[in-house]
């Protein structure tokens, strides 16, 4: 049981070029979310997914977009990559009800120059 | 719109003290809060929930969080510190109308010997 796996683990990208990182559960979760960690910024929500084929704009969803075209698979991408989408990401999948806690991938460190 | 606010970036106790990590939430609603836990360059674990009941909620290593209804506060608790439980903590709450899971900006807990 690997649980949540996002790759790559690290990337340096140029401005202006395009990436997309994934991320696999292996919980059937329905529920599926991506996030940006910066320094004193804590954990912002890029966006998430309630079930395959939907998904939803969180609190940064600019510059970003996703697909999860399958239940156990959902997509980060960038389209023209900016300095400022220098962060860490975040993956985290989750089921429904009263087992509604998330578990997380171990993130992917992204760099931007 | 849904809130967590953490508001100490730091918190500093001596081991074998009792500590708290304090939280505050903004939700419409009846709230699912969460506590998890962040070691340096790993992703987030899950140490507990509140959905319902008891409003003094018990979860992994020895932690506990007391929901406060009226205060909107949903602090963490342990009896008495350990250095291995220096880490950074975030508080999160999930907004059942949205299905987002929204979180703090974190509290650097540190335990000196």
């Known amino acids: 049981n690997a649980g949540v796996t996002q790759t790559p683990k690290f990337r340096v990208l140029k401005t202006g070029q395009s990436m997309t990182l994934l991320c696999a559960q292996d919980?059937?979760?329905?529920?599926m979310y991506w996030y940006r960690q910066d320094p004193g910024m804590g954990l912002r929500l890029i966006h998430y997914?309630?079930?395959?084929?939907?998904?939803a704009k969180g609190e940064v969803p600019d510059g970003y977009n996703v697909s999860r075209l399958k239940k156990q698979n959902f997509l980060l991408g960038l389209e023209s990559a900016a300095p400022s989408q220098t962060s860490v990401y975040f993956c985290?999948?989750?089921?429904?009800?009263?087992?509604?806690?998330?578990?997380f991938g171990q993130g992917t460190r992204l760099t931007v120059v | 719109a849904q809130s967590v606010a953490q508001p100490e970036d730091q918190v500093k106790v001596a081991e074998g003290n009792p500590l708290t990590v304090k939280c505050t939430y903004s939700?419409?609603?009846?709230?699912?809060l969460f506590w998890y836990v962040q070691y340096p360059n790993r992703g987030l674990q899950f140490l507990l929930k509140?959905?319902?009941?008891?409003?003094l909620v018990k979860g992994s290593y020895g932690f506990e969080a007391e929901f406060n209804k009226s205060q909107t506060s949903f602090h963490l608790k342990k009896p008495s510190a350990l250095v291995s439980d220096s880490a950074l903590y975030f508080c999160?709450?999930?907004?059942?109308?949205?299905?987002?899971?929204?979180f703090g900006t974190g509290t650097r807990l540190q335990v000196f010997p």
């Open positions: 997914s309630v079930g395959e084929g939907t998904t």
């Open positions: 509140y959905i319902t009941g008891d409003n």
């Open positions: 985290a999948s989750s089921g429904v009800g009263r087992n509604t806690e998330a578990f």
């Open positions: 999160a709450v999930r907004d059942m109308r949205s299905d987002k899971l929204i």
């Open positions: 939700v419409s609603g009846n709230p699912y």
């Open positions: 919980m059937n979760h329905e529920y």
